[in-house]
């Protein structure tokens, strides 16, 4: 079944590999279906494991009015792909708009989640800087419609937080770039128009996440700015939520640090699924410095 179809006719790439408890890997605007091959050449000795191409992304179908992407679709079609294949419940696992629509299908369709994992989310979510971030995605919008893929790639993958990656990996990086540059250019520009610029704050979901009772863990790099606050604050929210954090990383923590999340990840779904990743404790009050009665 290498595609699926999601509820208003849209045609989603699916691959999957392994038997077990089912994992869902939600790809980032930079990356397709095909970044998270460390994960699934690692976790299929034991799991499920699904990944599927976005819409706008080849060979997933490419609309072109911008009025069919959203982070409310793009939380459904995860949920799509799920069904497309059978499965009732999986791990959610995201990075960067993946990890904004893990964290999307945990508020919106949590029955379907045995677990969240939001890696690297957090860009735009800062409220001092929600319009800077719009107007950034707007200006990139253009700049793959103006450039084309393979012209705005050697833009894009130099990014602030992609550097990181570049210099530990350079044949990695590489990698990432050229498959950045073969990204339909009208897909890539609707995503972050219907997508990336339009989605709402994290800090405006506190409601949502603060109720959100699903084992949740948030991984960024200490050097990918605009993602260590939010993830701090998806910590303090989030009921059973855990915080990691890889040194002197970057944005694209599965492909740099691909040991390092495969590790982390594996570790947190074996707590899952022996009930032992729990609530905060509420003893664990972070307005007490020390105990003194």
């Known amino acids: 079944m290498p595609h699926i179809t999601a509820p208003d006719g ?6 999957e590999a392994g038997q077990g408890t089912p994992i869902l890997f939600i790809h980032e605007f930079g990356g397709d279906h095909r970044s ?5 050449r ?3 000795r034991r799991h499920r494991c699904i990944t599927y191409g976005a819409r706008g ?15 409310a679709i793009a939380a459904a079609d995860a949920v799509a792909v799920l069904d497309g294949l059978g499965i009732g419940r999986a791990h959610i696992v995201g990075l960067s708009m993946g990890g904004f629509c893990a964290l999307h299908v945990g508020l919106s369709h949590a029955s379907r989640a045995l677990s969240i994992v939001a890696a690297g989310a957090g860009y735009g979510a800062e409220k001092s800087l929600e319009a800077y971030f719009r107007g950034v995605s707007l200006a990139v919008a253009d700049g793959f419609e103006k450039q084309g893929s393979e012209g705005f790639a050697r833009t894009y993958a130099l990014g602030a937080s992609r550097v990181q990656f570049q210099n530990k990996d350079p044949r990695g990086w590489a990698e990432f770039a050229q498959q950045l540059g073969e990204h339909d250019s009208a897909g890539a520009a609707a995503t972050m128009r219907g997508v990336q610029a339009r ?3 994290l800090y405006d979901l ?19 700015d605009h993602c260590l606050q939010p993830a701090l604050y998806l910590k303090r929210v989030i009921p059973a939520c855990g915080l990691c954090v890889f040194p002197k990383t970057g944005h694209t923590l599965n492909l740099e640090e691909p040991a390092l999340f495969n590790l982390h990840l ?28």
């Open 36 to 40: 998270w091959e460390p994960q699934l």
């Open 266 to 293: 594996a570790e947190f779904i074996a707590m899952v699924e022996a009930g032992r990743w729990e609530k905060r404790d509420p003893r664990a009050n972070p307005a007490e410095v020390m105990k003194v009665s």
């Open 57 to 71: 992304y080849p060979p997933s179908d490419v609309p072109g009015d911008v009025e069919r992407y959203s982070q």
């Open 199 to 201: 989605r709402p704050s």
């Open 206 to 224: 506190e409601a949502g996440f603060r109720a959100m009772d699903l084992p949740t863990l948030v991984m960024t790099g200490d050097e990918d």
């Open 42 to 44: 690692f976790f299929a």
């Open 10 to 15: 849209i045609k989603l790439w699916v691959e």
